[in-house]
């Protein structure tokens, strides 16, 4: 435990106050942390911008908000009780149950005395003579900490977009990403909603229900995969549970992306189109993300993947009546899967509707907002009211806020000008003491993302617990360590489809931001193993040291 674990939060004149480790985002990742942290007997202090715990699920509270992962997958595993108790009421939670589920998680294992919230971290700087972490806060305080664990979350960072006029508008304006918390309803109001990624996806059925008229902005058409979503029973919750201890290991083990379903043994092209088809269509009516592993070449050979792709095409021609919002729904830009596939519920079914409506801005782009309007092409769209599903700055957004400076003074920020750059997507050199959950280089958004935040988490409590009980006070990503993963992780995205799309992966959404493909789509076992492997041998590829003189802070 530090010598000053008990100081309080009150801030009146006295030495700055001392943790082990400050986590920043209280999201999923930030409270498993603080728990895996305290049950190693560590003093830690979590802040948290939010006014409340679950990070994305905190913020993104838009009209349909669901996950994309089946409930009884996208949940804790770190605790038998947790999951054998916790009764998920539909297939896809709605964002509502996955908010009540981690306040439950946060009162459940007491955590929220450790946590503050409607706190942001603006600055961290390494101090090299005390080898500790100043880290200051929007209320101006600074605190010193050991180890900093950044759980700040892939897709936290709400991206606005920059149209003339947006700032003129007379009606409402709404992020998907920074959604009100009291009920937001359309009756009546003629809506647009701009973007037409996930979010929009799934909050255009939603907001059609409501809206008097709807136009949806769309520069990129989409693939998006039925949800089918449905109430569970209590039958196939328990059924589920009795299978946890397999679902969990496979998930962890032997699957590329965290989820549990059975692994395709054959290629697009190994059946033929009857047989294909046929395959095609049941994951079709079963729904869900398992679309993409009907075959095991579909991200990697483009003859196969078109087989897909064109599947889905012509699921899109079937449910869109009008031959020409048909033809603009359907994705040609990109192979199926290369971009973050869609789950929706009823969303290309909501465009045979007479008060919605489909505006291409590829080819009518959107000039600018009038106070009343949006014009493109050069006609103006009467709305009262404006949703930017717009989408986030992923991946290291949400890090980039932070201004971080490790040795010499370095800037996180301008070292990751050309591209994030990191040793297994949890350190980056020249930043010693500085942990990333899920940051680039690593598995995170081509993944189940609770699955790939247990191994992050579970991996830097051990290494914190390594150097600990060996008196090492630094430890840091080795720079030719971190060159060859970048290297790595580049080369294995080369390998796919996935770099064809001009997708977030690649940071694409985000003017001038350079475009490098950012998660490692290796998958989630074999990278597990390089982590396992890379502890195993005594932390390869990092440098620890000792401490060279008596700290001035107390350790742990």
């Known amino acids: 435990m530090s010598a000053l674990q008990s100081v309080s939060g009150k801030s009146h004149a006295m030495p700055a ?45 838009y009209p349909g908000a669901r996950c994309d992962v089946e409930s009884m997958q996208y949940s804790y595993s770190f605790s ?67 180890f900093v664990v950044l759980a700040t979350g892939c897709l936290s960072n709400a991206r606005m977009p920059d149209i003339k006029g947006l700032s003129e508008f007379k009606g409402k304006v709404y992020h998907t990403g920074h959604w009100p918390h009291e009920p937001v309803d359309f009756t009546g109001q003629r809506v647009a909603v701009i973007g037409t990624g996930s979010s929009g996806i799934q909050s255009v059925p939603v907001i059609a229900e409501q809206a008097s008229q709807l136009t949806v902005f769309q520069r990129t058409p989409n693939f998006s995969i039925p949800a089918r979503n449905a109430a569970l029973t209590a039958e196939e919750r328990q059924a589920f549970r009795a299978k946890y201890p397999e679902i969990r290991r496979f998930a962890r083990e032997e699957a590329r992306n965290g989820i549990y379903t059975e692994i395709p ?33 579909l991200a990697i050979d483009k003859a196969a993947n078109d087989t897909a792709a064109n599947f889905v095409r012509g699921k899109i021609a079937e449910i869109v009546k009008d031959p020409d919002t048909a033809r603009m729904l359907q994705p040609n830009n990109h192979p199926i899967g290369s971009k973050r596939i869609c789950i ?34 050069g006609k103006d769209y009467e709305v009262d009211a404006l949703v930017l599903a717009t989408g ?8 980039a806020k932070i201004d971080i400076r490790g040795r010499d003074g370095q800037a996180l920020n301008q070292k990751w000008a050309e591209g ?3 040793y297994l997507g949890l350190m980056s050199a020249g930043f010693p003491n500085l942990f990333i959950i899920t940051g680039p280089g690593s598995p995170s958004v081509l993944s189940n993302m609770i699955v790939s935040i247990e191994q992050h988490v579970d991996w830097i409590g051990d290494c914190i617990a390594y150097m600990r009980d060996r008196g090492l006070t630094t430890m840091e990503a080795k720079k030719d360590a971190e060159e060859n993963w970048v290297a790595h992780v580049n080369e294995v995205a080369h390998t796919t489809l996935y770099p064809q799309a001009n997708s977030w992966y690649m940071g694409a ?12 789509i290796g998958g989630v076992g074999v990278y597990r193993q390089i982590c396992n492997d890379v502890a195993a041998k005594g932390y390869e590829g990092f440098a620890m040291e000792a401490a060279q003189r008596p700290q001035k802070v107390a350790a742990s």
């Open 80 to 146: 038998d009780e947790l999951q054998q108790q916790w009764d998920w009421s539909e297939r896809y939670a709605p964002q509502p149950e996955i908010l009540k589920y981690a306040n439950h998680v946060a009162d459940r294992f007491n955590l929220r005395s450790d946590i503050q919230l409607n706190t942001r971290v603006d600055r961290a700087v390494f101090d090299e003579s005390a080898s500790t972490w100043q880290v200051t806060t929007s209320e101006r305080k600074t605190v010193r900490a050991k």
């Open 344 to 377: 929706d519920t009823d969303y290309f079914a909501a465009f045979n509707r007479p008060d919605v409506k489909l505006v291409d801005i590829r080819s009518s782009p959107i000039e600018q907002i009038l106070p009343n309007a949006v014009r493109a092409g």
């Open 265 to 297: 043994d054959r290629g697009a092209l190994d059946d033929g189109d009857n047989e294909r088809r046929s395959k095609y269509e049941a994951r079709w009516a079963h729904g869900g993300l398992t679309f993409m592993s009907v075959y095991n070449n």
């Open 17 to 61: 106050e001392v943790y082990d480790v400050v986590v920043v985002g209280a999201g999923f990742a930030g409270m498993y942390m603080l728990h895996k942290l305290r049950g190693l007997g560590l003093s830690v202090r979590v802040y948290e911008q939010g006014g409340d715990v679950g990070g994305t699920w905190y913020w993104n509270r």
């Open 420 to 422: 994030p750059k990191t």
């Open 509 to 520: 959404n985000i003017p001038g931001k350079p475009q490098i493909f950012m998660p490692y």
């Open 392 to 399: 986030f700055d992923a991946m290291t957004g949400s890090v």
